[in-house]
């Protein structure tokens, strides 16, 4: 089965190919995928702006489409199924891929399912030959979420717990901006981290012994004050690049230590051996690594995508929806969008 992958929840255009027949080949079942990014349009307004990132998807969806058919080397008739994100995510932004999806799945007579984004990610780590059996333990770390889910198979989420404030890759970003580096920060901070010493400073570790919620806010404070307090760490004429990368290796340090914690304590709880990780920052190199490291001392596993699908695409959705359109399901005519869904209420498959 072909499905057609469209991901337009937020500032990334995303569309891809996965074919069931390849699942065993090297490239994890994708036929071919293809990436816009809309950082450069939003970067000079410090944000993403809603409007401008809807406008942008509908200006490049078509000519996308076109791009990934040349580099399948199919027709657009050798698709059999088309998934889109139908949220949570920004409204307008949502409905460009819904209805680009919708529609061309009526044009062409074929199902279209719409597809929970962070299911997506949940999801992508499982693509291709050997995943990861369920049940396991999710850690879900995006830019807009931070979760702990047991899953028990697809569509099968218990939440274990969930940030009260910003998300991890929130709070890498606003680091990073403190630090005078560029969106995304969480790659920008991991590089610079590179060179810096994750003990030079004692950030805290919030909510550590309080059950299984994160709140990230204060540890954006103790950076701001951090840098405030620190000689050399700011990005004028006094910057001195070994205290800037300290401060991010620490942050960087900080944050990895507090969701590994977490995500032991999890798998403790729901008595489970399997850590999966996906989202955006669980291409974080420190924590892949950390949490192969402490997960081997208690007998467990941690499972990862690669990079590129950690972040936001359309293979991940492509496949979620494969995993649905293969169990029956598939919507019906309405285009309708849910900016806030809980994944709790998705159906079993
Ligand atoms: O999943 P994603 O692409 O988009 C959302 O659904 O939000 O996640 C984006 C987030 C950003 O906050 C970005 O800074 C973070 O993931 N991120 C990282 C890394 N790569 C991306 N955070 C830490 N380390 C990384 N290597
Ligand atoms: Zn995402």
Redesign the pocket.
Same mark, same amino acid.
């Given at each position: 089965m072909k499905v057609l992958g469209l991901e337009t929840s937020?500032d990334e255009t995303g569309l891809a190919i996965f074919d069931s027949e390849l699942i065993d080949s090297d490239n994890k079942g994708l036929l071919g995928q293809v990436l816009y990014s809309q950082i450069e349009l939003h970067a000079v307004y410090g944000g993403v702006v809603p409007e401008l990132a809807s406008r942008d998807h509908i200006r490049k969806l078509v000519p996308l489409f076109h791009e990934l058919l040349d580099q399948c080397g199919i027709s657009k008739h050798e698709i059999d199924a088309i998934a889109y994100t139908k949220g949570p995510g920004l409204i307008g932004a949502l409905m460009t891929g819904a209805l680009f999806g919708r529609s061309l799945a009526y044009g062409l007579g074929i199902p279209a399912i719409g597809i929970h984004?962070m299911e997506g990610?949940l999801l992508a780590p499982l693509m291709g030959a050997n995943p990861p059996a369920f049940p396991f333990v999710s850690l879900l770390v995006?830019? =807009?979420h931070t979760l702990l889910i047991a899953a028990q198979g697809v569509g099968q989420y218990e939440i274990l717990g969930e940030s009260i404030d910003d998300a991890a890759?929130?709070c890498?970003?606003k680091a990073a901006k403190m630090l005078g580096l560029e969106y995304?920060?969480?790659?920008n901070?991991?590089k610079l981290a590179e060179t810096g010493n994750p003990n030079a400073y004692q950030l805290p570790r919030p909510m550590l012994h309080r059950g299984l919620d994160f709140s990230f806010s204060g540890m954006k404070t103790a950076v701001h004050n951090l840098i405030k307090d620190t000689a050399g760490s700011g990005t004028g004429s006094d910057s001195d690049p070994q205290v800037r990368a300290d401060i991010a290796a620490s942050f960087q340090h900080a944050m990895v230590d507090t969701l590994v914690r977490k995500s032991i304590k999890a798998l403790k709880q729901a008595n489970m051996s399997r850590l999966v990780i996906a989202? =955006?920052?669980s291409?974080?190199r420190h924590l892949r690594d950390t949490l192969e490291t402490e997960l081997a001392k208690i007998n467990a596993t941690v499972h990862y995508a690669p990079p590129a699908l950690c972040?936001?695409n359309g293979a991940m959705i492509a496949y979620a929806g494969y995993e649905r359109l293969q169990a029956g399901q598939s919507d019906d005519l309405a285009v309708t969008c849910v900016p806030r869904w809980p994944m709790t209420e998705l159906p079993a498959v």
């Open positions: 937020c984004h990610h995006s830019g =807009g890759g929130e890498f970003d995304p920060g969480g790659p901070i991991a989202g =955006g920052v291409a974080n972040t936001d």
